[in-house]
């Protein structure tokens, strides 16, 4: 096995640690975060087998085929890697015992949503045409709904303690926006078969 066959594993051995360390801590949270989480876990779980099952094709392709195969599942370990930030975040949000822990989760999970943005946005620019309409659209409507997080986390900042938590049930909502919106957008991804020349 070469070295980037084993960084390849090692990368694929963090995601599942990493998956079962957050369906673990889930199990801690309310009924609403449990099920939230525990789809996420799914869907996660399904990338990374996924992932495996083409790192085990590629491995066993020849050489040149080998080294292009692993530029696709290097962005796939790193949209995995992603996912999961997301992921841990959104748990982090949850399970937040205070004020300042909640608004550390939530910017956290906006940032990686950020990288989960730029990461569409890449296979959006190297999409066929008719795919790439589709993709830019969902893009645009992703990135909406991360601004519109944005402000609602910023509103419940600037609040008072009374009606903080108030503001905390939107932010919430803009968050579970947010997520729907990302589900859309890999799903016009994945449904386009995005890829050149579609």
Known sequence: MGAR??????????AGRRIDQV?????????????????????LRAKEAMVRAKAREAAEAEAQA????????DREL????VELAIAEAQLEVDLAADQAAFEAAVQRQLDAYHAYVEGLQARAAQAGQTARGKLEAAVTSVRERRAAAAAR????RDASAQGAETL???????????DRAAEVAWSNYTSAGAKKGS
């Open 78 to 81: 790193d949209e995995l890697d």
């Open 66 to 73: 080998w080294d292009e195969d692993l530029v696709d599942l």
């Open 23 to 43: 369906a673990e801590r889930a199990q801690g949270a309310h009924d609403d975060a449990r099920m939230r989480v525990g789809r996420r876990v799914d869907a």
């Open 168 to 178: 905390k049930a939107g932010v919430y909502q803009a968050l579970d926006d947010l």
């Open 153 to 156: 986390l910023r509103s419940y």
């Open 5 to 14: 066959e084993q960084s390849m594993e090692a990368r694929l051995a963090e």
